[in-house]
Nanobody, 118 residues
Framework: VQLQASGGGLVQPGGSLRLSCVASGSLASIYVMGWYRQTPGNQRDFVASILSGGRLNYADSVRGRFTISRNIGKNTVYLQMINLEPEDTAVYYC?????????????WGQGTQVTVSS
């Protein structure tokens, strides 16, 4: 599985951005696709996800401001971010998770930088 993320950039506080992630390769019918973010020296934190059945999950810190969605035909997941705050500054990683015999297999995109600053 390969993931190509895009859409990051520099935005002022209160602004908006939309991230995209295109999945390709050996895709599964059962999966979780989502976004994580990471700042220097910190662990990668969960942001939002969408299950193959359509269930959505959000971190408390972004609920109400971020919306995850997908285009199944394009194997693409989106993260619409509004009312961005400086605390949202991070590298955002796309994640594709599929079940395996040992639990779950995780695949990661290359990361896209989001900087919220005036």
């Amino acid at each position: 599985v390969q993931l190509q993320a895009s859409g990051g950039g520099l935005v002022q506080p209160g602004g908006s951005l939309r991230l995209s992630c295109v999945a390709s390769g050996s895709l599964a019918s059962i999966y979780v696709m989502g976004w994580y973010r990471q700042t220097p020296g910190n662990q990668r934190d969960f942001v939002a996800s969408i299950l193959s059945g359509g269930r959505l999950n959000y971190a408390d810190s972004v609920r109400g401001r971020f919306t995850i969605s997908r285009n199944i035909g394009k194997n693409t997941v989106y993260l619409q971010m509004i009312n961005l705050e400086p605390e949202d500054t991070a590298v955002y990683y796309c994640n594709y998770r599929i079940p395996s015999t040992d639990g779950w297999d995780d695949y990661w995109g290359q990361g896209t930088q989001v900087t919220v600053s005036s």
